[in-house]
Nanobody, 128 residues
Framework: QVQLVESGGGLVQPGGSLRLSCAAS????????MGWFRQAPGKERDFVAA????????DYADSVKGRFTISRDNAKNTVYLLMNNLKPEDTAVYYC?????????????????????WGQGTQVTVSS
């Protein structure tokens, strides 16, 4: 079982930045690929970014490429999402998720249904 707790959401003006954190339970963290997803009101959940177990490989949705950066610190059992140049359309609840059993793999998963564990989400609101 992997427990995930997101933090770092809030209200920010357009053009601003936020860094989301997702703390995971220690035992299996480095065995997992990790991903960030978001869901805006009335919309389906969307892929945002993902990173493999070592941090060597990552993938991004086209809508955030060049603005968001995913990273992880396996020593701290934490994955991060640095969001720069935020836009009103980035407003959503952001979720981190764990794709278990990926130790040693370069694979980065974009499909939310393939993730095994999810956090409770953190709200990000971009508004002036």
């Amino acid at each position: 079982q992997v427990q995930l707790v997101e933090s770092g959401g809030g209200l920010v003006q357009p053009g601003g930045s936020l860094r989301l954190s997702c703390a995971a339970s220690a035992r299996f963290f480095r065995s997992n690929g990790m991903g960030w997803f978001r869901q805006a009101p009335g919309k389906e959940r969307d892929f945002v970014a993902a990173i493999n177990w070592s941090g060597a490989r990552s993938d991004y949705a086209d809508s955030v490429k060049g603005r968001f950066t995913i990273s992880r610190d396996n020593a701290k059992n934490t994955v991060y999402l640095l969001m720069n140049n935020l836009k009103p359309e980035d407003t959503a609840v952001y979720y981190c998720a764990a794709d278990s059993g990926r130790f040693g793999s370069d694979y980065v998963e974009r499909e939310g249904d393939e993730y095994d564990y999810w956090g409770q989400g953190t709200q990000v609101t971009v508004s002036s």
